[in-house]
């Protein structure tokens, strides 16, 4: 059963479809809590309105899509209502918008976009009506509503293009950027070996209890869990494979294919639309001149800016395609007709076709085959673990049952707090080694009972025992005594290496020993690789000398001297410094932008309502 719904909801409209079901059995149920509740108004925009249940649909819609699937409390604690409202009150801003401008959304834009979603094509990449019916109908939406929502997207990019076209920002700003970026500074600078942790006497208990609680704020344990888990994937089923060399040999000729690597073609591109420069540079060229001085004298173009990379055949246009990859090394094509104006080619890399060695295909596909018979073999046996818990057996009955051919090891782990942090009495605290679905697991079941098998990781599933719950605690520093020490000690590391470093240079009159000149892009200083002590350079403003920590030195510096260097204007790193800028500005002008379209649609909030519903009711999960 598992395995079956599983296959079936590799398709994206199927998924629309369980949530399209699931949510109605919800709204349901929230029907019937709500009453004439679920009718009032949350917000108004002219003549359209948004009620509470509609409020309410949405937000089970978003959070079933979601993997972590979190219960209708879950998402109200996090604030997921109040991000669906704001983004309904937007789409009903920016339609409204368009429909007092009067926008079209032609009929060539809308059958566009049908026949480029993947969704609606055959296996042979081509528009397919049934499909495009069938996956309308899993998903629950009808052609109508589903060419409404194709315009809505259209109106919204035609009421943002005036101000979300715009690549240019201010070149003021953008040359203290580029300022910014060349800065270099002239530093002295003096670098002090650390102590070693032996050179530090260990201290009397006094002294650390002094440590201890100056710093016991760091030392609160918030409320943890002890667990037990079992993790299952598809390596614990290989055993249970069986593969016969035939299978193997099938196998092989049926993927035959993709143990060639087809040839490979680095290509240089020139694209214009001017017909007489075009065939000028080609005749320069068929005379024996340079590509490359040409393209930056007659395009202002590099080698870097042409290069459009290695490519494979299918990855090139069919009317040049085929010229190309006929094409001798180092060979110049061109001018060639494209919807993209005239286009000029030159092969500067050849990677010819390939094969992989046999021996070496036959052991991949053993491989694949192995590792696909073993997912099957644990998708098999998912519904009977889950038997199994049903029946109320434990991880170790679970680990020791005849499902598995050898016994599979129940693991534990202490101390584990909601954020994912593990704490510990002796060592450093870290954090789990375990995704988020893993730790929601493990604070949504409850102790002493098993959680239902979950997915947290592609094809591995998991099964946790809550063993306990321990209270939030400070411990006595007799308990964390080793871990006290450990955190003073490298404290007391940083201070005394400081401590000698500036007994050294007042020896020496405040003169540091070297000079160097470092800008932003410097990665170490001597012998030392360390991009972070460089950045804590550039964050010096005064002229005294600074004690920089850096693994294992002490870097006493003083700033000499701060300037630009000399550099040339990048023209794409000064347009992408443009656009992202231009990025930056065209969201805070939308927040802008919303406000006034707010107020000319005469925007009515009525947010107290869901908020009264909300709290007054018993929601269902």
């Known amino acids: 059963m598992l395995r079956a719904l599983r296959n079936q909801t590799k398709s994206i409209f199927f998924k629309c479809f369980l949530v399209l079901l699931i949510c109605g059995f919800a709204l349901w149920g929230v029907g019937d809590l709500t009453g004439g509740a679920g009718e009032k108004k949350v917000l108004t925009v002219d003549s359209e309105y948004v009620t509470v249940e509609k409020v309410i649909n949405e937000l089970n819609r978003i959070r079933y899509s979601l993997p972590e699937r979190p219960t209708l409390q879950e998402a109200i604690k996090k604030g997921m209502h109040r991000s669906v409202i704001q983004r309904l009150e937007k789409e009903m801003l920016l339609n409204s918008e368009a429909k007092s401008l009067k926008l079209s959304v032609p009929l060539s834009a809308k059958t566009k976009a049908i026949s480029q979603e993947k969704a609606f094509k055959d296996p042979l990449g081509k528009f397919s009506q049934n499909k495009f019916l069938q996956s309308l109908n899993n998903a629950g939406l009808s052609e ?151 393209a930056k004298k007659y395009f202002e173009l590099s080698k870097n800016d042409m290069n459009i990379g290695i490519l494979e055949k299918s990855d090139l246009p069919l009317n040049s395609a085929d010229l190309i990859f006929k094409a001798k090394l180092n060979e110049v094509l061109g001018p060639i007709k494209t919807k993209f104006g005239l286009n000029i080619y030159k092969i500067i890399n050849i990677a010819e076709k390939t094969e992989v060695n046999y021996d070496d295909a036959i052991r991949d596909v053993k491989e694949k085959m192995l590792k696909e018979l073993s997912v099957e073999i644990l998708f098999e046996k998912l519904d009977e673990i889950e038997d199994l818990i049903a029946e109320g057996s434990s991880l170790d009955e679970i680990s020791k049952s005849r499902l598995f051919n050898k016994k599979i090891s129940v693991k534990k782990m202490n101390n584990v707090s909601r954020n994912g942090l593990i704490y510990s009495y002796s060592n450093r605290n870290e954090f789990i080694n375990k995704n988020n679905v893993f730790l929601k697991n493990i604070w949504s079941a409850d102790v002493n009972e098993l959680s239902e098998i979950f997915n947290s990781n592609e094809d591995t599933y998991n099964i946790i025992e809550v063993v306990n719950e321990n209270l939030e605690e400070l411990p006595p ?126 925007l009515k909030r009525n947010i107290t309502e869901i908020d009264k519903f909300l709290s007054n009711q018993e929601i269902i999960n």
Do not use: C
């Not at 032996?198 to 609680?213: A, G, M, T």
């Not at 510096?557 to 410094?577: A, C, E, R, S």
């Not at 443009?578 to 379209?597: A, G, K, M, R, W």
């Open 144 to 294: 109508a509503k589903y060419l409404e929502m194709i315009k809505s997207e259209a109106n919204l990019k035609q009421i943002s293009m005036p101000y979300s076209f715009n690549e240019t920002y201010d070149d003021k700003v953008i040359k203290k950027l580029m300022d910014w970026q060349n800065e270099t500074r002239d530093i002295n600078y003096e670098i002090f070996e650390m102590f070693e942790k032996n050179d530090i006497s260990k201290p009397e208990d006094n002294i650390l209890k002094i440590f201890y609680n100056d710093n016991k704020e760091n030392y609160k344990i918030p409320a943890t869990r002890n667990i037990k888990f079992l993790e299952i994937n598809p390596i614990v089923f290989e055993d249970q494979v069986e593969i016969n060399q035939k299978q193997i040999n099938e196998k092989y000729e049926i993927e035959k294919s993709n143990y060639f690597i087809e040839e490979k073609r680095e290509i240089l591109q020139i694209t214009t639309q001017d017909k007489d420069k075009a065939s000028k540079f080609m005749d320069l060229i068929n005379k024996g001149n340079n590509f490359n001085d040409l």
């Open 477 to 602: 520093f007799e308990k964390i005594k080793t871990k006290v020490y450990d955190e003073w000690l490298i404290e007391e590391i940083v201070l005394k290496s400081k401590q000698k470093a500036k007994q050294s240079i007042v020896k020496n009159n405040n003169n540091l020993l070297s000079k160097i000149n470092i800008d932003r892009s410097s990665k170490s200083i001597n012998k030392i690789n360390d991009t972070f002590l460089i950045n804590e350079i550039f964050n010096i403003q005064n002229k005294e000398i600074n004690y920089l920590q850096s693994k294992k030195f002490i870097v006493a510096v003083k700033i000499l001297n701060v300037k630009t260097k000399k550099y040339d204007i990048n023209k794409k790193i000064k347009n992408n410094l443009h656009l992202s800028l231009s990025q930056s500005f065209f969201n805070d002008f939308s927040i802008f932008y919303l406000q006034n379209l707010a107020i000319k649609h005469k």
